[in-house]
């Protein structure tokens, strides 16, 4: 097939007229008659294809044949191409409409191969599924005007209907992977760390737990696992939710040519192994340590004023609603501190980005000035001025990254189920919030401390 092909090439390229190279082509799909359902009439009508050889209407036919008979013997690969050859054929011949008649066929291969997964033993929802979706998607990228694409997008609706179904009885054929870990030396430090101190102390202490991840090392890790294991990344990682619906996917592979892609793929592994981090963090140190300081002391809602009184990361006139989040998940209920919190982190962001004269609004044409989504905020320019990349990073691997815990448009939707609330997750989000709201006296501290070195060193 290679030589045919590069022969093709060179005939057309010399426009050689007695087209012996082309002639060849047409006697061996001649010979076939759309009763080869492999690979050598697919290769020679995609060629011609591609030089806009040949006579649609015959080889339009032989395709159907073809894909007719791979249909018989359930080789739904070669079905879709030959299907989808077809399509093109009468594109070429300005048949539109056998064109879409074609390219229906060709996305039905996609249900069939689906249907063909459960029913065989044993069944998969899970790869009828992943045909599902690339049904709909095949449905619904057929060409036309809206009146010719009617049958076209009804059968992707009810093919997405069907994908949902299927979608949740995926879930029972997962398995839990888990190992054991044995935190206890790192769960007495912490609780060491708040121990027999005053209650504002103890609290200041605490805050210093949510340590933010260090992205510089966590891309060195992520790079590393990927040449110690070239497989688990060569194969895409789909994240699917509670339903079974796909959230988020591997756009590519940290292996890939393309720096962007590369990048893309590295941020996806990253905010994974990121996610893991976040909740040893909160179930090595910020539980324990909230728990002794509720064990010694008996905490209420105006205690935690001297945080928030004056700090440059709560606009005025929010003190209070940051104090009743941050009360809240002190006394352990991340129920009503996470509803509180996430949208106050997302006004805190954009008044501290006006403070700096970064506009944070949209202007539309009928005056309408919407704010920035939290997403826009963390993606802008200038953001890298008022946060640090590795805070950064936590901000959008918790609360917007589809590849994260995407926190904020999951809240903001009501897709958290109850249980989803005593997550670690929602720990180590209150005492991120709480180290933002205490960095500006955790700083005076520090200055105190490296003040009172240099008198002492004099």
Request: net charge neutral; with cysteine; aromatic share 10%.
């Amino acid at each position: 097939m290679e030589r045919i092909e590069r022969a093709f090439r060179l005939e057309r390229q010399f426009k050689n007229n007695k087209k012996v190279v082309f002639q060849h082509i047409e006697a061996v799909l001649e010979c076939y008659e759309g009763e080869d359902y492999l690979w050598p009439s697919i290769q020679l009508m995609e060629l011609l294809q591609e030089h806009k050889c040949g006579e649609p209407a015959k080889y339009a036919a032989l395709a159907e044949k073809a894909a007719t008979l791979a249909e018989s013997i359930y080789n739904w690969e070669i079905a879709r191409r030959f299907w989808s050859i077809k399509a093109v054929w009468h594109c070429m011949d300005k048949d539109y409409s056998k064109e879409r008649a074609a390219s229906m066929s060709a996305a039905e291969t996609y249900f069939k191969e689906a249907d063909s997964a459960v029913k065989r033993t044993p069944q998969s929802y899970m790869v009828a599924s992943h045909f599902l979706e690339q049904a709909v998607k095949a449905f619904r990228s057929i060409r036309g005007t809206k009146e010719e694409t009617v049958d076209a997008k009804a059968r992707a609706e009810e093919l997405h209907r069907l994908l949902l179904q299927y979608q949740e009885k995926s879930r029972n054929e997962m398995m839990t992977i888990s190992h054991k870990m044995d935190i206890s030396k790192v769960v007495e430090e912490a609780i060491n760390w708040v121990r027999d101190k005053d209650f504002k102390e103890a609290l200041l202490a605490l805050s210093v737990l949510a340590v933010p991840t260090n992205v510089s090392k966590l891309k060195q890790e992520v790079q590393q696992d990927a040449h110690k294991s070239l497989g688990s990344h060569l194969v895409p990682n789909v994240i699917i939710n509670e339903m079974g619906k796909t959230v988020a996917n591997q756009p590519d592979s940290v292996f890939s040519s393309n720096p962007k892609k590369a990048e893309a793929a590295t941020n996806f592994y990253m905010c994974r192994k990121a996610i893991d981090y976040y909740k040893l963090q909160a179930q090595a140190y910020i539980e324990p340590a909230r728990y002794q300081i509720n064990l010694e002391h008996c905490v209420r809602l105006n205690d935690i004023l001297f945080i928030v009184s004056n700090s440059p990361f709560i606009p005025p006139e929010r003190e209070y609603l940051f104090a009743k989040g941050l009360y809240a998940g002190l006394t352990g209920d991340f129920f009503t501190s996470t509803h509180i919190l996430i949208p106050q982190i997302e006004n805190s962001i954009r008044y501290i980005m006006w403070q700096r004269g970064i506009i944070t609004s949209k202007l539309d044409d009928n005056g309408i000035q919407d704010e920035f989504s939290l997403s826009k905020s963390l993606a802008h320019s200038e953001i890298t001025s008022i946060f640090e990349e590795n805070t950064l990073f936590d901000l959008k691997c918790l609360l917007v990254e589809h590849a994260g815990s995407n926190l904020r448009n999951r809240m903001a939707h009501g897709l958290i189920r109850d249980g989803e609330f005593r997550s670690p997750l929602m720990s180590y989000l209150w005492c991120l919030t709480l180290r933002l709201c205490c960095l500006p006296i955790l700083i005076h501290q520090q200055q105190v401390e490296q003040s009172n070195t240099s008198t002492d060193a004099i």
